[in-house]
């Protein structure tokens, strides 16, 4: 047992000394060959060991095809060794060699029985490095060898493909005269004449369509040879395959022609060569776009630099027969293409060539439409006088009228239409405004003065019910709201209407004190009650618009109308007491708003001072423990004064006598007032002059002291949230 321990260990013992031994001289083979000493080379191989035992990763050989050793290549290859050994991206030593262009070591591979057609990791084989390098003596040498020339790498690609992509003409002639496939393709279906095209290697081009390769062949995605050129700008290639026959109207998968990619790309030279060699100039795409269009959209481009050829185009494309009332996908025809781009010169072009000006789009849309979003006024006058018709509707219910207007058009071009013909009163179908609710609506002052100007209704309703004048009110238009109460078209009797909103409550409600005044003194009664059951200084409190409801109080509002009314209203659906119910009584909004003055001031305007309801809201205001969170102590001891001092000291007899006369004058009481026989000081103690005489100075300031919009000509300044 014993010796035979003994035994195995002197055996592995010398396995090993024999291994070290064999890696001892592997290592000076490889350090001789490192420095190129062949004499060295040849003393180590004289001994007996195995030439292909790998040291470093690599064997001798491996090692002098790297370095380029010729004559070291032949002594290990005497030795016996190996010459299909691969590195570990399977590389065979003849990839290594073809890889650097040593030629003669390559052909002593292939004399002693190299693999030719071994390919790498990446599918490449000899014949596909060398094309892909350009070694054409190489290249020969294997074709020579019987190399297969049509083997694809991972991307499909084979050496004819590499050799064209990398414009190595030698290589690419002997690999076609060495019987290669000429028209074989890629994992994306290309042939190396697509490859050529696209890269526009004219001269590649010639020998492979001389070679016999198809001129027409298509890849995955429909791209032919002749469309690569045409996508890439090359416009000798696009010629020279026209000539050889190349079908200049194959379109690819999506539909796309060669003449529509060049339009698109800007390639005006090489869509008139299309053009002149008898192309089908009304193919379209699968978004059914025509050359016309999109040589329309080239020509339009602002800041373009082929702005001028394209317009060249377009019209040689109109003499080569092109349909210029072929519509898009939209509907959209050049005719309305150019209009809508606000293109003249090429809008006055299709006019001479009879274009259809009776078109529409899918959506409606006229010509007159198209010309309308151009904002072009000559355009426009043009169209019109052209004969297009001026009142058609699109799906939106939109004359071009209504159009211009919703747009911001320019206003020569609003002048045009409405001096053409154009109906003022057309409504649209969303939302039944009229072109004068628009122009108010987009803050556009002189188009609204215009219409009014030319004879628009400027009483008509849009589906809310809304007048000309109530939108005016609502946006603070006053100088389109004055034009409107002075035309002769309007109609008083709309402000007794009970059934419609009343400008009167969209001034109140917004704040527009000076458009409140315009109304009052027009003849609005100060006095009506809206749906809600609301009079106007009752919104006006609501809202918080102190200025208007001084206003209101001023042209001696009554603060007991919108109790005289007993019926129901919009608001009795939402309170359980009855109207007038006690959360829209004045002073109690008032108090909502904690504003003490305003609380004085309505205590001292009421023609009859509410004891038994400021009873009753100081009991609340004593009562309800949730008023503690929302008025300062110091607050609350200040309104709750003003209450005692209204129940026990409510007026002196001046004050009554003044509250009498002031019921009796009614509202307005200014002219009323100037007829009284009384003293001037008396004429201004009716008046509360000293409580109101400084009233607009107080609106003035205020509105000096806020931000300017400028709305087009608007002053949108509201008075909501601002005391006096």
């Not at 070694?135 to 083997?151: E, G, N, T, V, W």
Request: charged share 25%.
């Amino acid at each position: 047992m014993a010796t035979s321990g003994r035994k195995l260990l002197r055996d592995s013992s010398r396995a090993g000394f024999e291994k070290r031994e064999k890696r001892r001289q592997i290592r000076r083979l490889q350090e001789a060959i490192d420095k190129k000493d062949t004499e060295t080379v040849k003393e180590i191989l004289q001994d007996e060991f195995d030439v292909d035992f790998q040291y470093r990763g690599q064997t001798a050989l491996q090692q002098a095809v790297r370095e380029g050793c010729l004559d070291i290549c032949k002594l290990l290859i005497a030795k016996g060794a190996n010459v299909n050994m691969s590195d570990a991206e399977q590389n065979n030593l003849l990839n290594m060699a073809c890889w650097r262009g040593f030629a003669e070591i390559s052909d002593l591979l292939i004399q002693n029985g190299a693999d030719i057609d071994e390919r790498n990791i990446h599918g490449f084989t000899p014949a596909n490095t060398c094309a892909l390098q350009g070694y054409p003596d190489i290249l020969q040498m294997l074709i020579s060898a019987k190399a297969d020339l049509d083997i694809h790498n991972q991307h499909g690609t084979t050496a004819l493909h590499t050799a064209v992509a990398r414009r190595h003409f030698e290589c690419v002639q002997l690999l076609m005269l060495g019987g290669c496939r000429v028209d074989t393709q890629d994992e994306r279906r290309r042939t190396p004449l697509i490859v050529a095209a696209g890269s526009g290697f004219a001269d590649v081009i010639e020998l492979l369509v001389n070679g016999g390769a198809s001129v027409n062949a298509k890849d995955i995605t429909g791209t032919t040879a002749l469309f690569s050129a045409v996508a890439n700008g090359y416009p000798e290639v696009v010629r020279s395959l026209v000539n050889s026959g190349a079908d200049i109207n194959q379109p690819t998968t999506k539909g796309v022609t060669p003449l529509l990619e060049a339009i698109h790309n800007g390639f005006t030279d090489i869509a008139q060569l299309l053009i002149d060699s008898k192309c089908d100039v009304n193919l379209t795409d699968r978004l059914h776009q025509a050359p016309i269009h999109l040589a329309i959209a080239k020509a339009s481009q602002f800041f373009s630099e082929t702005t001028d050829a394209a317009t060249g185009l377009v019209r040689s494309l109109v003499e080569a027969g092109c349909d210029i009332n072929l519509p898009d996908k939209g509907g959209s025809t050049p005719l309305y293409q150019s209009a809508s781009a606000g293109n003249l010169d090429l809008t006055e072009y299709l006019l001479s060539r009879s274009a259809d000006i009776a078109a529409r789009k899918k959506d409606g849309d006229t010509v007159l439409h198209g010309a309308v979003h151009g904002n072009n006024p000559n355009i426009v006058q043009r169209l019109i006088q052209a004969g297009c018709p001026l009142n058609d509707k699109n799906l939106k219910g939109e004359h071009p009228l209504l159009t211009a207007i919703t747009f911001s058009a320019k206003l020569e071009m609003i002048k045009a239409l409405v001096s053409g013909g154009s109906c003022l009163d057309e409504r649209d179908t969303v939302a039944g405004n009229t072109p004068l609710h628009y122009a108010i609506l987009h803050y556009n002052t002189p188009a609204a003065l215009l219409l009014i100007d030319s004879g628009c209704d400027v009483n008509m309703l849009n589906t809310k019910r809304h007048s000309p004048l109530y939108t005016a009110c609502e946006k603070n238009a006053e100088e389109v709201a004055r034009r409107i109460l002075g035309s002769p078209k309007f109609q008083k009797r709309l402000f007794l209407v009970r059934n419609i909103p009343q400008p009167l409550f969209a001034a109140v409600s917004n704040g527009h004190a000076h458009m409140v005044d315009m109304l009052i003194q027009t003849g609005c009664d100060i006095n009506m009650i809206n749906s809600d059951g609301q009079t106007p200084v009752q919104q006006a409190l609501t809202e918080n618009c102190p200025f208007v409801v001084k206003l209101l109080l001023k042209y001696n509002c009554d603060l007991h109308a919108h109790a005289r009314v007993k019926r129901l209203y919009k608001c009795c659906l939402l309170h359980e007491d009855q109207h007038p119910h006690f959360d829209l009584e004045p002073l109690f909004v008032a108090l909502t708003h904690k504003s003490v003055d305003l609380l004085k001031l309505l205590i001292v305007c009421y023609w009859k001072i509410p004891g038994k309801f400021i009873a009753e809201l100081d009991n609340v205001f004593q009562t309800t423990a949730e008023l503690n969170t929302h008025y300062s102590h110091d607050l609350k001891s200040e309104i709750r004064e003003v209450f005692l001092l209204s129940s026990r000291f409510p007026r002196s007899l001046k004050e009554c006598c003044r509250a009498l006369v002031r019921e009796r004058l009614g509202a307005c009481p200014g002219e009323k007032v100037e007829q009284l026989p009384v003293a001037t000081m008396m004429k201004d103690y009716i008046l509360m002059e000293e409580y109101f005489g400084d009233l607009w100075e107080k609106i003035e300031e205020h509105e000096n002291s806020q931000p300017k919009h400028n709305f087009n000509a608007f002053n949108s300044v509201t008075y909501r949230d601002i005391g006096p």
